[in-house]
């Protein structure tokens, strides 16, 4: 049918509506990228300096964290997003556009991207830990010179995931109302059959998860002096 109309790529939806879809997109990631290290670097820390192997075992704390953490992983973000919806208008005063999706979307990706900070955390050489202390260290300078520069290139790699991931919670928040290329996806090109539509939100998607995954895994290998 586009094809008899003249339409296909030389659509109003995709001249006047793709490049804010792309922006609200990249809007909606960064912020919730931004607000996820904000929260979850402290939290992912803490979850491996609380835990068996941490500086400052304290299992209760841990486990009634862990427990806190898993929960928020394990709910289906859609779900997430409408059961939320009272919150996000407390915090934003609406629960439609990409503003309002950022809370979802970091209230999901916190917990997920603090358990790749912990498992990043685990990988660093306990001797290397061990020697530091022995110096006097403090936990803290420990955790900052020690902990977290080891483990910087998998904290980058679990950043790079997260992102991915996030991306296409962006397009999943759009089926509500959240913006960005996924609404446009859904709005044009499956309610009104527009398929061009749909086949430039898909191919734009793919570049923006294809170019966050490649620089991640560079900035990653940069850091990585192993």
């Known amino acids: 049918m586009l094809l008899a109309e003249g339409r296909w790529l030389n659509n109003p939806v995709v001249e006047n509506q793709l ?8 809007y909606m990631t960064a912020a919730t ?11 992912g820390v803490l979850l491996h300096n609380l835990g068996p192997k941490g500086l400052r075992p304290m ?13 928020g992983r394990a709910v289906p973000f859609i779900v997430l997003m409408l059961w939320i ?20 979307l970091t209230v999901g ?24 202390r022995m110096m ?14 080891e483990g910087l290139p998998g904290i980058v790699g679990g950043l790079t995931i997260t992102l991915v991931t996030l991306i296409s919670f962006t397009a999943m928040a759009g089926a509500v109302g ?11 090109g ?28 560079f900035i990653s290998r940069r850091l990585d002096h192993r």
């Open 19 to 26: 490049l804010d879809a792309v922006l609200e997109t990249l």
């Open 33 to 43: 990228g931004f607000f996820t290290v904000l929260f979850g670097l402290p939290l």
């Open 59 to 71: 299992s209760p704390v841990y486990r009634a964290l862990s427990l806190v953490v898993d929960f």
């Open 85 to 104: 919806i009272p919150f996000t208008r407390l915090i934003v005063g609406t629960a439609i556009g990409w503003e309002a999706a950022v809370v979802p």
């Open 109 to 132: 990706a916190i917990p997920f991207f603090a358990r790749m900070v912990e498992n990043s955390l685990r990988e660093v050489s306990w001797g290397k830990v061990e020697a530091v």
């Open 136 to 149: 006097g260290a403090s936990d803290l300078h420990v955790t900052w010179n020690v902990l977290l520069r």
């Open 178 to 188: 959240g913006g960005g290329l996924g609404q446009l996806a859904i709005n044009y």
């Open 190 to 217: 499956y309610n009104r059959y527009q398929a061009d539509v749909m086949l430039i939100c898909v191919i734009l998607l793919v570049l923006i998860v294809t170019a966050v995954q490649y620089t991640g895994n």
